[in-house]
Nanobody, 122 residues
Framework: QVKLVESGGGSVQAGGSLRFSCAST????????RAWFRQAQGKEREGVADMDSDDAITVYADSVKGRFTIYKDNAKKLLYLQMKSLDPEDTGMYYCAADQVYWELLSDYNDWGQGTQVTVSS
C-alpha cells in the first residue's frame, strides 16, 4: 500500500526558513513524479512545486519562485521542500503528493500525504 508521510512543519517568523520532508513507502518503482501543495484556510489547494520522475522538469508556482526548492533523495525515498524568506502568506497546510504521471502543479496527483502545518508570523 502506498503511503506518504510529511514531517518538518512548524511555526516561524517572517523571513525565516523551514524544510519539509516526505517519506514514501509502497511504490514498486524507485522513481515517480513528486509534488508539494499547500492550502491556506478558506482557500483552495494550490500547487507549490513539482518534479517529474527523471528530475528533468521542475516547476514552481510564481509565488514561491526563488524562495522554495524541491528536491529528492531517491535512495532514501525522501522528498524535500526547502523554504526561505517565508512570508505570512505562506501559512497553510502543506501536502506532498506522488504519481506515475506528471501533472505540473495540477491537483490530479494520485497519492497524498496527511499534511503538515506551517504558520508564518509577522
Amino acid at each position: 500500500q502506498v503511503k506518504l508521510v510529511e514531517s518538518g512543519g512548524g511555526s516561524v517568523q517572517a523571513g525565516g526558513s523551514l524544510r519539509f520532508s516526505c517519506a514514501s513507502t509502497g511504490y514498486i518503482r524507485n522513481s515517480y513524479c513528486r509534488a508539494w501543495f499547500r492550502q491556506a484556510q478558506g482557500k483552495e489547494r494550490e500547487g507549490v512545486a513539482d518534479m517529474d520522475s527523471d528530475d528533468a522538469i521542475t516547476v514552481y508556482a510564481d509565488s514561491v519562485k526563488g524562495r522554495f526548492t524541491i528536491y529528492k533523495d531517491n535512495a532514501k525515498k525522501l522528498l524535500y521542500l526547502q523554504m526561505k524568506s517565508l512570508d505570512p502568506e505562506d501559512t497553510g497546510m502543506y501536502y506532498c503528493a506522488a504519481d506515475q504521471v506528471y501533472w505540473e502543479l495540477l491537483s490530479d496527483y494520485n497519492d497524498w500525504g496527511q499534511g503538515t502545518q506551517v504558520t508564518v508570523s509577522s
